[in-house]
């Protein structure tokens, strides 16, 4: 599981097992957003990640996304968990592509939003910022 803060308070992540909820309230997490669909392989299902967080105390929020389809309600529901989950905030899907591209869509709603720093923290990350610019018509 490889980390990467974007906001003080939030972070994504690569793939994340149930197993692993441990380790994120160890590090300070308090809420978990997942972005994998159920159908996906290597995933075991929304139940046993809930089940896993709810034993370590966490907060669960479930937005499952297909990579590259980002439906404006499900990009909405991710802003709001953002704005009204406990923090730190830990984001992740298989790659940490898709929750990356969540963040920058909610982000990017806010007017105050600077775009060339969304962008930056992205990079710094480790993701590709172009395909955020593409996203938000930048």
Same mark, same amino acid.
């Given at each position: 599981m490889k980390i990467h803060f974007l906001e003080p308070e939030f972070a994504v992540a690569d793939a994340v097992y @149930?197993?692993?909820m441990r380790e994120v309230?160890?590090? /300070?997490?308090?809420t978990v957003i997942c972005n994998?669909?159920?159908s996906e392989e290597d995933y075991e299902g929304?139940?046993?990640y809930a089940e896993a967080a709810e034993a370590h105390g966490l907060e669960w929020v479930s937005i499952p996304v297909a990579s590259g389809e980002y @439906?404006?309600?499900? &990009?909405?529901?991710? /802003?709001?968990? #953002?704005?009204?989950?406990a923090s730190p905030i830990l984001a992740f899907c298989r790659t940490g592509r898709r929750a990356v591209h969540m963040w920058a869509q909610s982000r990017a709603m806010s007017p105050q939003?600077? &775009? @060339?720093? #969304?962008l930056t923290a992205a990079h710094e990350a480790g993701h590709d910022p172009q395909p955020i610019k593409d996203l938000l018509g930048q």
């Open positions: @149930p197993a692993d309230k160890e590090q /300070g997490f308090r994998r669909r159920e929304e139940r046993a @439906p404006q309600r499900d &990009i909405e529901a991710f /802003g709001k968990a #953002l704005d009204t989950s939003c600077n &775009i @060339p720093d #969304l």
